[in-house]
């Protein structure tokens, strides 16, 4: 190998997590994202995070299409939105994912 490199031969396991340990000892993570057609990237982003150790995960998307996101990823939570109106999530998404991540914070969001 080149000099100052180090051969690896395996990857280093996950920190152990405390016997007593639940989803709220892990930390909640808020996506939010998503349309009629559009669902892909908060799904991912809601597998992603419960697998690399995040205790809760909720998303925030169109009400119309929440059942699919929650299909495409059943182990995560949602709140259902009306509607984004024009390009991008709008005056209504951004509200409403600030009022979940108000609800989920441990501490002050202002």
């Not at 996101?69 to 998404?93: D, K, N, Q, R, Y």
Request: charged content about 15%; glycine content about 20%.
């Amino acid at each position: 190998m080149g000099e100052g490199l180090e051969v690896v031969d395996a990857v280093p396991g996950w920190p152990g997590r405390p016997s007593d340990g639940h989803k709220g000892t892990f930390g909640t993570l808020v996506v939010v994202g998503g349309c009629e057609g559009m669902i892909g990237a908060p799904a991912l982003s809601m597998r992603a995070a419960l697998r690399v150790g995040v205790g809760l995960v909720k998303v925030v998307t169109e009400a119309g299409v929440l059942g699919q996101v929650l299909t495409v990823e059943p182990s995560g939570t949602g709140v259902g939105v009306e509607a984004w109106s024009g390009e991008g999530m709008g005056e209504v998404g951004v509200a409403a994912a600030l009022r979940v991540i108000r609800e989920n914070a441990h501490r002050p969001v202002n």
